[in-house]
């Protein structure tokens, strides 16, 4: 099984920009459809976007959609996330998954119970 380890998080005002990253080892990256997901305080963990084995087919959550961008680099086995024009309500812990089912065949990447590997999490907490 793949570990995961996100890093990148951080303390950034409204409208700013981050990029986070998750870093893969363990296992064959590419086999790994992957996603990010958040929780905030209080809240239930949301799917924020997903990337298919290769980079070719990406998916966003509504509230994310047009102000993140998900990538990964098989060769270095990371997974990013860069987050343009950012929102107070974007705070969040962040945290990558990995799956090895078809979940995106069976249209079920938004839910979290089809990723079986899932790193600590990072913190992106944004100012207002």
């Known amino acids: 099984q793949v570990q995961l380890v996100e890093s990148g998080g951080g303390l950034v005002q409204a409208g700013g920009s981050l990029r986070i990253s998750c870093a893969a080892s363990?296992?064959?990256?590419?086999?790994?459809?992957m996603a990010w997901f958040r929780q905030a305080p209080g809240k239930e963990r949301e799917f924020v976007a997903a990337?298919?084995?290769?980079?070719?087919?990406?998916y966003y959550g509504d509230s994310v959609k047009g102000r993140f961008t998900i990538s990964r680099d098989n060769a270095k086995n990371t997974l990013y996330l860069e987050m343009n024009s950012l929102k107070p309500e974007d705070t969040a812990v962040f945290y990558c998954a990995g799956a090895t089912g078809p979940v995106f065949a069976s249209g079920h990447y938004q839910d979290a119970r089809e990723y079986d590997n899932w790193g600590q999490g990072t913190q992106v907490t944004v100012s207002s």
């Open positions: 990337i298919s084995w290769f980079g070719g087919h990406t």
């Open positions: 363990g296992g064959i990256f590419s086999n790994y459809a």
